[in-house]
């Protein structure tokens, strides 16, 4: 799977963004591009991971695959 990942320089601190316009919230940094990457690669696997949610007793929980 092709994720569009967006990296920018803070021209202040001289590290690197990373931000996953597609996945709201998903977003790391590093001080060098390359390790911008791998900690961005890290925060898409953890975004994508389930999470147990507490469910009411009239909630259905329904997966879908799209």
Partial sequence: MNIPVL???DEIT???SAVVPGLPGC???G???????EN???AITLWFE???HPE???AKLIELTV
């Fill in 56 to 58: 009411s007793s009239n």
């Fill in 50 to 52: 389930p999470v147990d």
């Fill in 7 to 9: 990296i920018e320089k």
């Fill in 27 to 29: 977003a790391s940094a």
């Fill in 31 to 37: 001080d060098t591009e390359a390790e911008a990457l």
């Fill in 40 to 42: 961005i690669k890290e």
């Fill in 14 to 16: 001289e590290r690197y």
